[in-house]
């Protein structure tokens, strides 16, 4: 099995369109070279992403998605919502300990945090206790400035410019 | 053949990592729906990415890449990296006027017109005159206001930290 030599912590944030699709593109350049990658989807579970129907048919490359199909948006957030963020945050944990995959994407672990779905504490330590080798990519808006603070790479993603605000709909096979 | 009722204008720029990834992302989640995607790659042909050795077990996903296999950073550019260019753009606009691709990635393009290796004048006709239900995603850094103007969706990568600057060598699986 290929491993990286020094696995890095990669942040994709800010409120611009790219986050998840930034993640899947580096998936797919990993899983090219042979490298295994497993991505962890909190919050989005439930929804129909077109990536979700290509995925399978992927070699290396294990998604699983926790969430109820709709977003969270309550504070103080649901019982339900807490529940699965952190079944997804155990799952993370075993996962990146196992060692078995090189790259593990948290897609949306930034707005479970931030929502104070999960603890702050408990994902410091994931990527902090991780074994060398694993590299992790952290997607979502609103980045904990400790996140950021311990990753190698930070990118923000900033709407310039977003059709939604001239009131166009998500469009299937695009936006979702 | 699925098709978008009406295709857009992404936009994905700035000094941040992530463009190309989220373009190939976006790729995925459309052959996902069973959209036909082509992607063309300015300048970057030549380079060995991971995403390549992929991209050929993927249903619906051509890609042509044109370029030497290094940067283009002279000014005034080389006669061959501005005939590689102008080769790769031709090939756009016969994809894109085919209307048989629903999505046209146009990856690294903005730094192909910043560089002046291609006319913007053709890259602003090829926008405007696509069969209305393609979609365009333009990536690299340094777009033009013209095409940031066309646009429908522009996010700006910003780098708020890269382990370049650090001294950490570009890693195989990762960052190609």
Redesign the interface.
Known sequence: M?K??KG?V?V?T?N???????????A????????KVYIIQFIKGGFD???????D???NLTLKAFGRGKFVMTKPPEKEDVKLAEEALKLAEKVVQSGKY??VVLDEINVALSLKLINLKHVLELIECRPKHV?LVLTGRDAPTEI?EM?????????????YKRG?QA????E?
Not at 16 to 26: H, I
Not at 28 to 35: C, D, S, T, V, Y
Not at 151 to 163: C, F, G, Q, Y
């Open positions: 290929p990286l030599e890095q990669q994709y800010g611009g369109k790219g986050k998840t699709s930034a993640a899947f593109g580096l797919l350049r990993a899983i090219g070279r042979g490298l992403y077109g990536e979700i129907y290509i995925v048919k992927l070699p090189d790259v590299e950021v990753a190698d790479l930070v990118t923000e993603m900033k709407e310039v410019k977003h059709p166009v469009r299937k096979g695009v979702y």
